[in-house]
């Protein structure tokens, strides 16, 4: 089955250095999402993008994050300057396009973000 | 703007027993409702979804979940638990089209005494 892969899978940071989290989505689709879980709370939305633009965002997204598809394949999470409250769990997903019965979200196993 | 809501933050269970987790959802058009799963140390794994169709929908491993569109609600279900259940279980729900984001609740705890 496919999947949606995300490396690396635990990373560690000094507050005020830039991470980047990468994800590969699964090849045909044509929506992707960033979701962040902090530990012992609910998932979050952060950010949708289609198109090669942001489709939408969640006010938690500000401009310490931005995303990008640098190729055909990956699509990246950046945080600029990080936080201690940035420490969670970030979820890759992604879906294909159309109404179709098996349409649903594809999520990766997640990267553990933790800020020092 | 939707909102999810599980009242149900944890639940204790001993094997066999009969399972079911509350899930209310705010939302005044047509919506898309989901249960993810989240077996300890792992990612999200979806149960099972409803989008139109029969109200009661079946599911991976047992579960079902009911859409009682007059209660705004999707309450998930499964007749014996077993261990293997203990896990977090998120209700979600998203609107609009297809594509738009989800909306997860605050999960539910799910413990299960073997």
């Known amino acids: 089955e496919p999947e949606v892969t995300q490396t690396p899978s635990h990373q560690v940071t000094q507050m005020g250095q830039e991470v980047i989290l990468r994800c590969v989505p699964i090849s045909n689709h044509l929506y992707f999402y960033w979701y962040r879980q902090i530990l012992g709370q609910k998932v979050e939305f952060l950010v949708s993008f289609y198109n090669n633009e942001i489709s939408e965002k969640s006010e938690i997204f500000d401009d310490q994050f931005s995303v990008e598809r640098p190729d055909g394949s990956n699509f990246t999470l950046k945080i600029r300057s990080t936080k201690l409250e940035d420490s969670a769990m970030y979820f890759c997903?992604?879906?294909?396009?159309?109404?179709?019965?098996?349409?649903?979200?594809?999520f990766g196993s997640g990267t553990r973000l933790t800020v020092v | 703007a939707q909102s999810v809501s599980q009242h149900n933050h944890h639940v204790i269970l001993s094997e066999a027993a009969s399972l079911e987790l509350g899930c209310n959802y705010s939302?005044?058009?047509?919506?898309?409702l989901f249960w993810y799963v989240q077996y300890p140390g792992q990612h999200l794994q979806l149960l099972l979804k409803?989008?139109?169709?029969?109200?009661l929908v079946k599911g991976i491993k047992g579960f079902e979940a009911e859409f009682i569109k007059s209660k705004f609600s999707f309450n998930l279900r499964k007749p014996s638990v077993q261990w293997s259940d203990t896990a977090e279980y998120f209700c979600?729900?998203?609107?609009?089209?297809?594509?738009?984001?989800?909306?997860f609740g605050s999960g539910t705890r799910l413990s299960i005494r073997p």
């Open positions: 409803y989008f139109s169709g029969d109200p």
């Open positions: 979600a729900v998203n609107a609009e089209s297809s594509a738009s984001k989800i909306i």
């Open positions: 939302y005044g058009g047509t919506v898309n």
């Open positions: 997903a992604s879906i294909g396009q159309g109404d179709r019965p098996d349409y649903g979200y594809t």
